[in-house]
Nanobody
Framework: QVQLVESGGGLVQAGDSLKLSCAAS????????MGWFRQAPGKERDFVAT????????AYADSVKGRFTISRDNAKNTVYLQMNSLKPEDTAVYYC?????????????????WGQGTQVTVSS
C-alpha cells in the first residue's frame, strides 16, 4: 500500500513555470510506476505523464510534450512534474498516481493508488 500527497500547485501567469511534487509513504516506492493526470472542471481525468519504476523511461501526453518533464527520486520517495511554458488550458487539478510494477501506464484504470490532487491555475 502506498499513500500519495501532492504539493506545489498555485496560480501563475501564462508562460510561467511550476514544479509539482508527489510524496509517497509506504513500502517499496521504487517498485511503482508513477503518473500524473489532470482534470479540468466538467472534463474527464486525462493522462499527463508517466515514469517507470527505475526512472529510465518516460511518456507524455502530446499536449504537454516538450513543456513538461516528469522525474523521480526513489531515495526521497518523491515524483516531480516540472511544468514550463504554462498555458491557460493547463488549468486543472493535477493528480499523482501509482501502479505496482507498471511499465509506463497511461490509462486511468491501470493505477492502483491516487493522491488528493493539487490545483494549478494559469491566467492569460
Amino acid at each position: 500500500q502506498v499513500q500519495l500527497v501532492e504539493s506545489g500547485g498555485g496560480l501563475v501567469q501564462a508562460g510561467d513555470s511550476l514544479k509539482l511534487s508527489c510524496a509517497a509513504s509506504g513500502r517499496a516506492f521504487s517498485n511503482y510506476a508513477m503518473g500524473w493526470f489532470r482534470q479540468a472542471p466538467g472534463k474527464e481525468r486525462d493522462f499527463v505523464a508517466t515514469i517507470a519504476w527505475s526512472g529510465g523511461m518516460t511518456a507524455y501526453a502530446d499536449s504537454v510534450k516538450g513543456r513538461f518533464t516528469i522525474s523521480r527520486d526513489n531515495a526521497k520517495n518523491t515524483v516531480y512534474l516540472q511544468m514550463n511554458s504554462l498555458k491557460p488550458e493547463d488549468t486543472a487539478v493535477y493528480y499523482c498516481a501509482a501502479q505496482l510494477l507498471g511499465v509506463l501506464p497511461k490509462r486511468f484504470a491501470e493505477y492502483n493508488h491516487w493522491g488528493q490532487g493539487t490545483q494549478v491555475t494559469v491566467s492569460s
